[in-house]
């Protein structure tokens, strides 16, 4: 079936400009997870969906960043005023259900590899 | 302090030969989970093993193997019988808690196999 999709593939900008990146995730899946690569480092995370539950956005990094997920299905991330610092490569995740004490595969998008000039 | 410490920033290793992967990490939470994942040069997060802090045994899938000593905080990941396709970066993740979603990552091992 398909996995994670995650558009656009690439997004140049220029500094202070706003993006929005999106996420459609794996159909049935109830969390969704956006996360940052920067250049040779690993995986930071953003912010979490599960359901209809607030989100846990303990992971952005400023107010310049915001998400929705619309239905509880397709989620956009948000940037405004983009900054040279902010380009790096922007996973989405998404996973079946989350269990108590077990673990949840997480499925990964593509990614969106954002250049702010 | 990190959570997730992978010490090995690269490693080159025979075709065909075993390969450890070193993974610290550092939590007080007694309920965890620590996660391998490998990333080729396409850039996918392929999802490797899973040991949970309270499992009693090491997981196990196909060739991959993860080498859990609770007591030293490591959680090293082995890859028998290497083969070419195995390059890439691998990175070593720790869920907190017992409803925590997000995962902590370490900085990642770049292992490139030599035929």
């Known amino acids: 079936g398909a996995g994670v999709s995650q558009s656009p593939s690439n997004k140049v900008t220029e500094k202070g400009k706003d993006v929005e990146l999106r996420c459609d995730p794996i159909?049935?899946?109830?969390?969704l997870y956006w996360y940052r690569q920067s250049l040779g480092q690993g995986l930071e995370f953003l912010i979490y969906f599960q359901g209809n539950s607030a989100p846990d956005k303990s992971g952005l990094p400023s107010d310049r960043f915001s998400a929705e997920r619309t239905g509880g299905s397709v989620s956009t991330l948000t940037i405004q005023r983009t900054q040279q610092e902010d380009s790096a490569v922007y996973l989405c995740?998404?996973?079946?259900?989350?269990?108590?004490?077990?673990?949840?595969?997480?499925?990964f998008g593509p990614g969106t590899r954002l250049t702010v000039l | 302090a990190q959570k997730i410490t992978q010490t090995q920033p690269g490693m080159f290793v025979q075709e065909k030969e075993a390969v450890t992967l070193d993974c610290t990490y550092d939590t007080s939470d007694p309920s965890y989970g620590l996660f391998w994942y490998k990333q080729p040069s396409s850039g996918e997060m392929i999802f490797l093993i899973y040991?949970?802090?309270?499992?009693?045994q090491n997981a196990t899938e196909g060739r991959y193997s993860l080498n859990f000593q609770k007591a030293r905080k490591s959680a090293n990941l082995v890859i028998s019988a290497s083969q070419l396709g195995d390059s890439a970066m691998y990175f070593c993740?720790?869920?907190?808690?017992?409803?925590?979603?997000?995962?902590?990552f370490g900085t990642g091992t770049r292992l490139t196999i030599i035929p």
């Open positions: 993740a720790m869920r907190e808690g017992q409803k925590a979603e997000k995962l902590t």
């Open positions: 995740a998404s996973s079946l259900v989350v269990l108590a004490g077990g673990y949840n595969e997480q499925f």
């Open positions: 040991q949970g802090s309270y499992d009693q």
């Open positions: 159909s049935g899946h109830t969390a």
